[in-house]
């Protein structure tokens, strides 16, 4: 991980409250940000917001990477406001990555509202290995969904819970009923859509990887503020430096 | 120009160290922040057991400031011996080892079984965690409890050791006086402040304690003033902590009487913040032809 200063190259809405930032920036080779790992912001002067604020990756190449965030607050207002060749601090690559599906797998990902980046991040990281995948991205209505530019050329299926654009009813609705291979499902985004899943795969005796979100201080590991519950031995685990990757079976849900 | 710190019979290099619970072990920032920058670390309390902290959410941001109910969470004694010690050897700059406990007792092994270590190079009491039902908080509040378990401590060892004192007392001055009557070598003020959070929407508090302890910035002047009244009534160092973000806080912290200061919440803001810190005291010192600390000292309001 290291911190640096970095300059925004386009920062724009690709969904109704949802933009994709882009940044230059410089990783070594053995730094390079992996689909699923993510970066902490520092967003103004402070001391409002005071803590820098965690997102996923949601693309890197050639010195570019970007993220995907929702207006929602203070801090992301003022992300929002923010235009070409703004600096901006990060402390990057933290957490871990999404884990490579076996070869006889089928890999499904799911994505529910903010969840779309480090999704999309990974689903083309498959494409450029000439993995076949399943992408399902669910919205309340189609004004939520991300548009072409950032889809490109993914073939995802669509899920709203009106109906406004693909099927109509959630993201497990939208599961293929048959599979290819075996699948392995890899979700990001609400904790009861990821729950949702978490069943789905369980009902196919299929391993299931999640990516959670809690509320972040240090991001390094030091603090224990951004724990989670887990079902086994070890009580609780830390979202920033234990995950943000967890298999399903692992977290306690409810 | 003269940084060093006095506390005991030791001395640290600078006076700009990185508070308990706000660093870890210390490796978990070793490569974001050059270690040989800072006066020292203070690690994250330890127990004699091994305590998983307290239910989630533990953390909540509010205007200028993070409330936090951690719990305590640590890899308790054996583990930081065999696990965490290690890592101290390699450190560049003092460890100063948090300690806490329900009892007496617990206190008492964790000095007693860590004072052999050459890695440890002193000790800070915490009696002041407010998120914990047993110990700590209950017994900073009082100034009897204090003296007799410094005596205790200091009894164990000759090793520096420092009292961290609540700020959610009447009077931190008579802890204070109690922990110097004790025999502690310099007190550290202060530690969070009580606060809650509630969510209009759930109408319950934020965090399923209830309460927890509030840092950052809102926080500040308080610590200030807590310096100030605890330097008039002991001689014995006071290390300032609150709501330090930058070199002007840490300033205002030397200037109320503070030997030495600590990092907390800024560190997570910018891993940078102790090294500016220290920066910034220096260039402070030279434009306004200060010395040594002690410098500060004609200052105390």
């Given at each position: 991980?290291?911190?640096?200063?970095?300059?925004l190259?386009?920062?724009?809405?690709?969904?109704?409250?949802y933009?994709e930032?882009?940044f230059s920036?410089?990783?070594?080779?053995t730094?390079?940000p992996l689909?699923?790992?993510f970066l902490?912001v520092?967003?103004g002067?402070?001391?409002?917001p005071?803590l820098?604020?965690p997102?996923a990756?949601?693309?890197?190449e050639?010195?570019?990477a970007r993220?995907?965030?929702q207006?929602r607050?203070p801090?992301?207002d003022?992300?929002?406001g923010?235009?070409e060749g703004d600096?901006?601090?990060?402390i990057?690559?933290?957490g871990?990555?999404?884990p490579?599906p076996e070869?006889?797998e089928h890999?499904?990902?799911?994505?529910g509202?903010?969840g779309?980046?480090?999704?999309?991040?990974f689903?083309r990281?498959l494409k450029?290995?000439?993995?076949d995948?399943?992408?399902?991205i669910?919205?309340r209505?189609?004004?939520y969904l991300?548009d072409s530019s950032?889809?490109?050329n993914?073939?995802a299926?669509?899920a709203t819970?009106?109906g406004?654009?693909g099927?109509?009813?959630t993201v497990v609705d939208?599961?293929p009923?048959?599979?290819?291979?075996?699948?392995r499902f890899?979700?990001c985004?609400p904790?009861p859509?990821?729950?949702?899943?978490h069943?789905k795969?369980?009902?196919l005796?299929?391993?299931?990887?999640?990516s959670m979100?809690q509320t972040?201080a240090?991001g390094v590991?030091?603090?224990?503020?951004?724990?989670?519950r887990l079902?086994?031995?070890?009580r609780y685990?830390?979202?920033?430096a234990d995950?943000?990757?967890?298999?399903?079976r692992d977290i306690?849900w409810? | 120009m003269?940084?060093?710190?006095r506390?005991?019979?030791?001395?640290l290099?600078?006076?700009?160290?990185?508070?308990s619970?706000?660093f870890?072990y210390g490796?978990?920032?070793?490569?974001l922040?050059d270690l040989?920058g800072?006066?020292?670390?203070?690690?994250?309390a330890v127990?004699p057991?091994p305590?998983?902290?307290?239910?989630?959410p533990?953390i909540?941001?509010?205007p200028a400031?993070?409330?936090n109910?951690?719990?305590?969470?640590n890899?308790?004694l054996d583990r930081?011996?065999?696990?965490?010690l290690?890592?101290?050897r390699?450190?560049?700059?003092p460890?100063?080892?948090?300690?806490?406990g329900?009892?007496?007792?617990?206190?008492?092994?964790?000095v007693?079984e860590?004072?052999e270590?050459?890695?440890?190079w002193?000790?800070e009491i915490?009696?002041?965690c407010?998120?914990?039902?047993?110990g700590?908080?209950?017994?900073?509040?009082?100034p009897a409890?204090v003296?007799?378990l410094?005596?205790k401590?200091?009894?164990?060892?000759?090793?520096?050791?420092?009292?961290?004192?609540?700020?959610?007392?009447t009077?931190?001055?008579s802890i204070a006086k109690?922990a110097e009557?004790?025999?502690a070598d310099?007190?550290?003020?202060?530690?969070t402040?009580v606060g809650?959070?509630?969510d209009?929407?759930?109408?319950a508090?934020?965090?399923?304690?209830?309460?927890?302890?509030?840092?950052?910035?809102?926080?500040?002047?308080?610590?200030i003033?807590?310096v100030?009244?605890?330097?008039?009534?002991?001689h014995?160092?006071v290390i300032g902590?609150?709501g330090?973000?930058?070199?002007d806080d840490?300033i205002?912290?030397?200037?109320?009487?503070?030997?030495a200061v600590?990092i907390g919440?800024a560190?997570?803001?910018?891993?940078?913040?102790?090294?500016k810190?220290?920066a910034?005291?220096k260039?402070?010192m030279?434009k306004?032809?200060?010395?040594s600390?002690?410098?500060?000292?004609?200052y105390?309001?």
């Amino acid at each position: 991980m290291v911190q640096q200063k970095v300059h925004l190259r386009h920062n724009r809405e690709i969904a109704r409250d949802y933009f994709e930032l882009e940044f230059s920036c410089h990783f070594t080779e053995t730094n390079i940000p992996l689909p699923g790992q993510f970066l902490t912001v520092k967003i103004g002067e402070g001391p409002a917001p005071l803590l820098r604020r965690p997102f996923a990756f949601a693309g890197y190449e050639n010195g570019s990477a970007r993220m995907i965030y929702q207006r929602r607050g203070p801090g992301t207002d003022m992300l929002a406001g923010m235009r070409e060749g703004d600096g901006l601090d990060i402390i990057a690559p933290l957490g871990n990555a999404w884990p490579e599906p076996e070869k006889n797998e089928h890999p499904v990902l799911v994505a529910g509202g903010i969840g779309m980046g480090p999704i999309l991040y990974f689903a083309r990281s498959l494409k450029e290995k000439y993995r076949d995948f399943t992408l399902i991205i669910g919205a309340r209505t189609g004004e939520y969904l991300p548009d072409s530019s950032a889809i490109e050329n993914l073939a995802a299926l669509f899920a709203t819970d009106d109906g406004s654009i693909g099927i109509h009813g959630t993201v497990v609705d939208a599961l293929p009923s048959q599979y290819p291979a075996p699948p392995r499902f890899y979700a990001c985004g609400p904790n009861p859509m990821m729950w949702a899943i978490h069943r789905k795969a369980l009902e196919l005796d299929a391993p299931c990887s999640v990516s959670m979100e809690q509320t972040m201080a240090c991001g390094v590991g030091a603090c224990m503020g951004c724990v989670i519950r887990l079902t086994g031995h070890e009580r609780y685990a830390r979202v920033c430096a234990d995950g943000p990757i967890f298999d399903s079976r692992d977290i306690q849900w409810n | 120009m003269e940084l060093t710190v006095r506390i005991g019979n030791r001395k640290l290099p600078n006076p700009v160290g990185v508070a308990s619970g706000t660093f870890g072990y210390g490796s978990e920032y070793e490569e974001l922040v050059d270690l040989s920058g800072l006066g020292a670390i203070y690690s994250k309390a330890v127990t004699p057991e091994p305590r998983p902290g307290n239910d989630i959410p533990r953390i909540i941001e509010t205007p200028a400031g993070l409330l936090n109910s951690i719990g305590l969470a640590n890899v308790g004694l054996d583990r930081f011996i065999s696990e965490k010690l290690p890592l101290f050897r390699r450190f560049p700059c003092p460890v100063i080892v948090n300690v806490a406990g329900k009892n007496d007792e617990d206190y008492c092994r964790v000095v007693e079984e860590l004072d052999e270590y050459d890695e440890v190079w002193g000790y800070e009491i915490n009696l002041s965690c407010p998120n914990v039902k047993e110990g700590c908080l209950a017994f900073g509040s009082n100034p009897a409890y204090v003296e007799g378990l410094t005596r205790k401590l200091r009894d164990l060892s000759t090793k520096p050791m420092i009292i961290k004192l609540t700020p959610n007392v009447t009077d931190i001055a008579s802890i204070a006086k109690a922990a110097e009557a004790g025999g502690a070598d310099a007190v550290s003020c202060i530690n969070t402040l009580v606060g809650m959070v509630i969510d209009i929407h759930k109408k319950a508090p934020v965090l399923p304690a209830g309460t927890g302890g509030l840092s950052g910035p809102a926080i500040k002047p308080v610590g200030i003033a807590a310096v100030y009244r605890v330097k008039r009534a002991i001689h014995i160092p006071v290390i300032g902590i609150g709501g330090i973000q930058g070199a002007d806080d840490a300033i205002e912290y030397l200037l109320a009487g503070a030997s030495a200061v600590q990092i907390g919440t800024a560190t997570f803001v910018d891993p940078a913040a102790p090294v500016k810190v220290l920066a910034g005291i220096k260039a402070y010192m030279e434009k306004e032809r200060l010395e040594s600390l002690k410098d500060f000292h004609q200052y105390i309001p």
